[in-house]
């Protein structure tokens, strides 16, 4: 009897040290527009923290600021979600890996999404699950206020349990959704002058221009205040690394750097969408550019 205690023991030992826990952020902000309509446009990340497993089914909650948003986003149309590359992919041609089975509100300022791997029975089939932060979902929101700010923010609670490996029955664990981001939801900036020197009142990129672009194009952001890391960093559409054109410290101001259309290494990048990721502090957006050769 003893030893057969000690055997579930070890079991459940070796599970909780053999767990592997998944952390969910928000990430690539952007404010875009379409027929006199404002849209905020983010993405959801995910990442495990160990290497090894696949992703299965899972659910994210995510809690909104009605008074920017509207309330009930889902039930009035307000609302689009779209797979990340992290759900991309077939089983074979015309069968795809992962659906979104519903988009819902859960709570007049909470919606959820849910997400199906719908071949449990084939877990080496499904995507794996990185180290690093990889695109979950792409969501993208119309905006009611642009006075206000977004408030977006996990409802981690709901969302522990929810999360499968891709056999669809070994849970991540443990699950961290605590990011929240509360940009504004007004793009246009403004800034004072202040002995000669134009200074900021808010963190802000620009869009870049001209776009389309051929050969290359401006890109501008806005630091209120001195920053000790800044980023300026182009993507492809597959979300490699192109180019770092800023990486490191920088006096409060306004800035201006020039893509010329090349990767790293000087060769010319060929025609297509590509991405511009600007981040300073707490404060991270991302637009997007068209070269067009």
């Known amino acids: 009897m003893f030893r057969g205690k000690l055997i579930i023991l070890i079991a459940f030992m070796a599970n909780v040290l053999w767990a592997t826990g998944i952390t969910f952020t928000f990430e690539n902000i952007m404010i875009t527009r379409a027929s006199g309509l404002m849209y905020y446009e983010f993405d959801v990340m995910a990442q495990a923290d160990q290497a090894g497993t696949r992703i299965g089914d899972n659910q994210v909650y995510i809690n909104y600021n009605t008074l920017g948003f509207g309330t009930n986003v889902a039930a009035n149309?307000?609302?689009?979600?779209?797979?990340?590359?992290?759900?991309?992919?077939?089983?074979?041609?015309?069968?795809?890996?992962?659906?979104?089975?519903?988009?819902?509100?859960?709570?007049?300022s909470r919606f959820a999404v849910t997400v199906e791997y719908k071949y449990p029975d084939s877990p080496g089939s499904a995507n794996e699950l990185l180290t690093t932060p990889e695109?979950?979902?792409h969501i993208k929101i119309e905006i009611a206020d642009s006075n206000q700010t977004a408030g977006l923010s996990?409802?981690?609670?709901?969302?522990?349990?929810?999360?499968y490996q891709s056999d669809n029955s070994t849970k991540y664990s443990p699950v961290v959704a605590t990011d929240t981001d509360d940009s504004p939801l007004d793009d246009t900036p403004s800034a004072v002058e202040q002995n000669?020197?134009?200074?900021?009142?808010?963190?802000?990129?620009?869009?870049?221009?001209?776009?389309?672009?051929?050969?290359?194009?401006?890109?501008?952001?806005?630091?209120?205040?001195?920053?000790?890391?800044v980023r300026l960093v182009i993507y492809d559409i597959l979300g490699r690394q192109v180019a770092v054109l800023y990486s490191g410290s920088l006096m409060a101001g306004r800035y201006t750097y020039i893509w010329n259309g090349q990767n790293q290494f000087g060769a010319p990048m060929p025609t297509g969408v590509y991405f511009a990721s600007f981040k300073a502090d707490n404060y991270s957006k991302t637009i997007k550019m068209m070269l067009v050769k």
């Open 77 to 108: 149309g307000k609302i689009t979600v779209e797979k990340g590359t992290l759900l991309s992919g077939e089983l074979v041609a015309g069968l795809p890996l992962y659906g979104i089975v519903q988009v819902v509100d859960n709570a007049d």
């Open 135 to 137: 695109q979950l979902l």
């Open 154 to 163: 996990f409802e981690e609670a709901l969302m522990v349990g929810q999360q």
């Open 196 to 229: 000669g020197q134009v200074v900021p009142d808010r963190f802000y990129l620009y869009s870049n221009y001209p776009n389309p672009f051929n050969p290359s194009t401006t890109l501008k952001f806005d630091l209120p205040q001195n920053v000790q890391n």
